[in-house]
C-alpha cells in the first residue's frame, strides 16, 4: 500500500501541540544556556580589558537569560491563568533592569571618554562578539517559526531580544574590532553609546509588562495552541 502523502510546508511533527511546546522550551532552554555562557565570556573579558562595551553587553546578556526563564515559566501547563500578574510584575523587573543598565552604560561611557581611559584589546570579546552575531539570527529565526506554528505572541515577542542581541553584537564587535585593529579607544565607549538606545528599547518594552491569554499553551496536553479568545478577530493570534 503507497504510503499517504505529506505536506512539505506543512509536516505531521510541525501539527503535533507537544512536539511545538518541546520545541519550544528546548529554544529558550538553549536560549539560557548560550545567554549564561555569552555574560560570562564578555562580562570577564571586560573586566580584564576595562571595556565599557564588553561590561554593557555582559549585563544585558544576565537580564535577557533573566527574560528567557519567564517566558519558559510560562510554557509551564496553566501559568497564562494561575500566574498572570506575578509574570506582568517580572517582565516589568526586567524592563527596569534594562533601563538602569542604559543609564549605567551612558554613565560610564561619559566617564571613558572624558578621562580618556583606554582599554586593552581584548581577543575573547571579539570572538564572542562574532559568536553572537553568528548565533543570535539563527535562534532568533528558529523561534518565529516555531511561534508561527503555535500561534505564541509570546514567542514570537522573544524572538525579537535575540534580533536585539545581534544588533548588539555588531555594535560591540564594530567598537572592539576597530579598537584592536586601529587603535582607536574611543571606539569602545562610543559604541557602547550605540548600544543603549537598543537596550533602553527592551527595558521601555519589558515596563508595559503585556501578558495576553493566547500567548502560549494553556493545558498540559497542549489544547488551544493559537486559540482566539472572546472578542478577536478571525486568525486568533494576538
Given at each position: 500500500?503507497?504510503?499517504?502523502?505529506?505536506?512539505?510546508?506543512?509536516?505531521?511533527?510541525?501539527?503535533?501541540?507537544?512536539?511545538?511546546?518541546?520545541?519550544?522550551?528546548?529554544?529558550?532552554?538553549?536560549?539560557?544556556a548560550w545567554n549564561a555562557f555569552e555574560a560570562a565570556v564578555a562580562l570577564a573579558a571586560g573586566a580584564v580589558a576595562g571595556s565599557v562595551a564588553l561590561t554593557g553587553f555582559g549585563l544585558d546578556s544576565v537580564i535577557?537569560?533573566?527574560?528567557?526563564?519567564?517566558?519558559?515559566?510560562?510554557?509551564?501547563?496553566?501559568?497564562?491563568?494561575?500566574?498572570?500578574?506575578?509574570?506582568?510584575?517580572?517582565?516589568?523587573?526586567?524592563?527596569?533592569?534594562?533601563?538602569?543598565?542604559?543609564?549605567?552604560?551612558?554613565?560610564?561611557?561619559?566617564?571613558?571618554?572624558?578621562?580618556?581611559?583606554?582599554?586593552?584589546?581584548?581577543?575573547?570579546?571579539?570572538?564572542?562578539?562574532?559568536?553572537?552575531?553568528?548565533?543570535?539570527?539563527?535562534?532568533?529565526?528558529?523561534?518565529?517559526?516555531?511561534?508561527?506554528?503555535?500561534?505564541?505572541?509570546?514567542?514570537?515577542?522573544?524572538?525579537?531580544?535575540?534580533?536585539?542581541?545581534?544588533?548588539?553584537?555588531?555594535?560591540?564587535?564594530?567598537?572592539?574590532?576597530?579598537?584592536?585593529?586601529?587603535?582607536?579607544?574611543?571606539?569602545?565607549?562610543?559604541?557602547?553609546?550605540?548600544?543603549?538606545?537598543?537596550?533602553?528599547?527592551?527595558?521601555?518594552?519589558?515596563?508595559?509588562?503585556?501578558?495576553?491569554?493566547?500567548?502560549?499553551?494553556?493545558?498540559?496536553?497542549?489544547?488551544?495552541?493559537?486559540?482566539?479568545?472572546?472578542?478577536?478577530?478571525?486568525?486568533?493570534?494576538?
Amino acid at each position: 500500500m503507497k504510503p499517504a502523502a505529506t505536506d512539505p510546508a506543512n509536516p505531521p511533527a510541525a501539527q503535533g501541540p507537544a512536539v511545538l511546546l518541546a520545541r519550544g522550551r528546548r529554544l529558550e532552554y538553549l536560549t539560557i544556556a548560550w545567554n549564561a555562557f555569552e555574560a560570562a565570556v564578555a562580562l570577564a573579558a571586560g573586566a580584564v580589558a576595562g571595556s565599557v562595551a564588553l561590561t554593557g553587553f555582559g549585563l544585558d546578556s544576565v537580564i535577557e537569560t533573566a527574560s528567557a526563564a519567564i517566558l519558559l515559566w510560562r510554557f509551564r501547563a496553566g501559568a497564562a491563568e494561575r500566574r498572570e500578574r506575578a509574570e506582568r510584575r517580572a517582565h516589568r523587573l526586567v524592563g527596569i533592569c534594562f533601563l538602569l543598565l542604559a543609564l549605567y552604560i551612558v554613565a560610564q561611557s561619559t566617564h571613558a571618554l572624558w578621562s580618556q581611559a583606554r582599554p586593552e584589546r581584548s581577543l575573547p570579546g571579539i570572538l564572542i562578539a562574532i559568536a553572537a552575531v553568528i548565533v543570535m539570527p539563527l535562534l532568533g529565526g528558529a523561534k518565529r517559526r516555531v511561534a508561527r506554528q503555535m500561534g505564541s505572541a509570546a514567542l514570537r515577542s522573544d524572538s525579537r531580544q535575540a534580533d536585539f542581541c545581534a544588533a548588539l553584537s555588531a555594535i560591540l564587535l564594530a567598537g572592539i574590532g576597530l579598537h584592536a585593529w586601529l587603535g582607536w579607544w574611543w571606539a569602545d565607549p562610543v559604541a557602547a553609546l550605540l548600544m543603549t538606545p537598543v537596550i533602553a528599547r527592551e527595558g521601555i518594552e519589558g515596563m508595559r509588562g503585556e501578558v495576553c491569554d493566547s500567548c502560549g499553551p494553556h493545558f498540559p496536553d497542549g489544547e488551544g495552541f493559537g486559540r482566539k479568545p472572546r472578542g478577536d478577530a478571525p486568525g486568533g493570534v494576538s
